[in-house]
């Protein structure tokens, strides 16, 4: 499934990660795999269930499935299952989750909850793969009066 998407062939690659994930029902990365293909297929709704399935099996690969599993929510409009999947990742200490559900509560103008979770994704993983974004989010958030904690205390 992964050359498969690696040649531009999600739909192909959908079918054999879903195979490969119903064989081992057990294992939440080919649920993932399975989930990340059929959304670039355009198959949300096998995506979700995909998803849905890593996420029931819980550990690491269960938290990263709820984040991407909130993405499809929030695509839909549903924010508040999104919020409530975030939210178990969170308050586990999943900095994805952190990062995401801050982004989140500061789309709703909720600042103070939003700004508290940017921050604990980043203290939780510094070198993230949203960590430029979060600490620009943060520096925008303060240059606006919105958020007037200091990142980082300056010696």
């Known amino acids: 499934a992964t050359v498969l998407l690696g ?8 079918e054999s990660a879903l195979e490969a994930a119903s064989a081992e ?6 649920w993932i795999l399975a989930g990340r293909a059929a959304a670039l297929a355009g198959d949300t709704a096998t995506a979700t269930t995909s998803f849905g399935r890593a ?23 549903d924010e ?8 178990r ?20 103008g909720d600042y103070a909850r939003g700004t508290a979770l940017v921050s604990s994704a ?5 070198g993230g ?4 974004s979060a600490a620009m989010l943060l520096d925008s958030l303060a240059s606006t009066g919105r958020y007037l904690v200091p990142l980082v205390e300056e010696e």
């Open 80 to 87: 508040e299952t999104a919020r409530t999947i975030l939210q």
């Open 89 to 108: 990742a969170s308050d586990l200490g999943y900095a994805p989750a952190c990062w995401r559900l801050g982004r989140l509560f500061i789309s709703w």
């Open 122 to 126: 980043l203290a939780l993983s510094p």
């Open 55 to 77: 996420v029931a099996l819980g550990g690491d690969a269960g938290l990263e499935a709820g984040v991407l599993l909130s993405s499809i929510l929030l695509a839909r409009h």
């Open 129 to 132: 793969e949203f960590a430029d």
């Open 7 to 14: 040649t531009g062939r999600p739909a192909d690659a959908a």
């Open 25 to 30: 029902p057990d294992d939440a990365v080919s």
